[in-house]
C-alpha cells in the first residue's frame, strides 16, 4: 500500500482519506486546524508554507491538493499554495493530484470537455487557469507528475453549506417547506456527486494514463433544480417540493455585506443558461460510471 498525503479535509477531502484509508493506504490528513478522520495520521499546517510542506511530503506516492480557500479570497490565498504544493510534490516525487473546477472555461454554449480553453475572464477563474498552466509546465519540463480532476457543483453525504444542494436545500425538502432559491429552478445543470470526486481523484493518481492532463469526474446527466428536488421527493415517498425564486436585485444587495454574496455576480451565468458536464474521456479511459442518481439521491437523503 503506498503514502497518499491529502491536503484539506472539507466535503471531498474528508471522502478521499476515508476512501484511502479503507484500501489500506497511509494517509496523512493535513489542515491548518488538524483535523481529519479517525485512521488518517493528522497533521496541522499551513499549507502556504513550502518547507513545512516539503517536510511532510517526504517518502509520499500521491500528493492531493483538496484546499479550497473562501472564494472571495481566491487571488490571495492561492498563489502561495500552489507554489508549496509544486515545491512539494518536486521535492517528493510524489504524483500532484488537483481538485480543479470549471471556472476557467468561463461561459460556454456546448457541454464542456477537457479541451475547452481557459477562456474567462474573470480573475479568481483566473488563478485557476494559472495554476494549472504552472503545474503542467513543471510536468512537461520533467520536475513532477501532475495531474488535475474537475468536477461540476457538488452534492452528497458531507455536503457543506457551500453546496447548492446542500441544507439550504434539503433542510426544506425534508420538512415539506418552499424551497428558496437564487437562480431558475428549470435551467439544466450538471451535479457531481461527492463520492465519484474522491473516487476520481484516487485513480488519477494511481494510473499515468492520467498524468499530463485535466479530467471531468464522471457526472450523471444534468438536471435541473426542480428535477433534482422531484426525484429527492420521490425517494422520500412525498409530493414534489414547491420553489420560491430570491428576487436578483435583493441578491445583489446582500452581497454589499457579505463578501460571499457578492461573489455570485461572477458565476451567475453558470445557473442562467445550461451548464453541462460531459465526462465521457474519464469514462472511456477508465472504465468506470457516475453513481447512478437515485443511488445518490437516497445516500445524500439518508446523510
Not at 466535503?11 to 479503507?22: C, D, E, M, R, T
Not at 517526504?58 to 509544486?86: E, I
Not at 521535492?91 to 481557459?118: C, H, I, R, W
Not at 520533467?142 to 457551500?162: H, K, L, M, N, W
Request: net charge positive.
Amino acid at each position: 500500500m503506498g503514502k497518499h498525503i491529502v491536503v484539506g479535509s472539507g466535503q471531498v477531502g474528508s471522502h478521499l482519506a476515508a476512501k484511502l484509508i479503507a484500501q489500506g493506504h497511509e494517509v496523512t490528513v493535513v489542515t491548518r486546524s488538524g483535523g481529519g478522520p479517525e485512521g488518517a495520521v493528522r497533521v496541522a499546517a499551513d499549507v502556504a508554507d513550502r518547507a513545512r510542506m516539503t517536510e511532510i511530503a517526504k517518502g509520499a506516492d500521491v500528493l492531493y491538493n483538496c484546499v479550497n480557500p473562501r472564494y472571495h479570497r481566491w487571488l490571495t490565498d492561492w498563489p502561495p499554495m500552489a507554489a508549496s504544493f509544486l515545491a512539494a510534490a518536486e521535492s517528493s516525487g510524489a504524483v500532484l493530484v488537483m481538485l480543479g473546477n470549471l471556472y476557467p472555461y468561463g461561459p460556454v454554449t456546448v457541454s464542456m470537455t477537457e479541451d475547452l480553453p481557459a477562456a474567462s475572464s474573470s480573475p479568481k477563474a483566473q488563478v485557476r487557469a494559472r495554476m494549472w498552466a504552472d503545474a503542467l509546465a513543471a510536468h512537461e519540463a520533467g520536475r513532477i507528475r501532475v495531474t488535475e480532476v474537475r468536477g461540476s457543483d457538488y452534492f452528497g453525504p458531507g455536503a457543506t453549506d457551500q453546496s447548492y444542494l446542500g441544507d439550504r436545500f434539503l433542510v426544506p425538502l425534508k420538512a415539506g417547506k418552499a424551497i428558496p432559491l437564487i437562480w431558475p429552478a428549470d435551467m439544466p445543470h450538471s451535479w457531481t456527486y461527492l463520492p465519484d470526486v474522491a473516487d476520481a481523484l484516487i485513480t488519477a493518481g494511481a494510473d499515468e494514463r492520467a498524468w499530463g492532463r485535466p479530467w471531468h469526474v464522471p457526472t450523471a446527466e444534468p438536471m435541473t433544480f426542480r428535477q433534482m428536488g422531484q426525484r429527492m421527493a420521490e425517494v422520500l415517498g412525498r409530493p414534489a417540493p414547491r420553489f420560491v425564486r430570491l428576487p436578483w436585485p435583493l441578491v445583489r444587495a446582500a452581497g454589499l455585506v457579505s463578501p460571499m454574496m457578492g461573489e455570485l455576480r461572477h458565476i451567475r451565468y453558470q445557473f442562467t443558461a445550461p451548464y453541462v458536464l460531459d465526462s465521457s474521456a474519464f469514462q472511456r479511459t477508465f472504465g468506470v460510471a457516475p453513481t447512478p442518481i437515485d443511488k445518490a439521491l437516497k445516500a445524500t437523503l439518508e446523510a
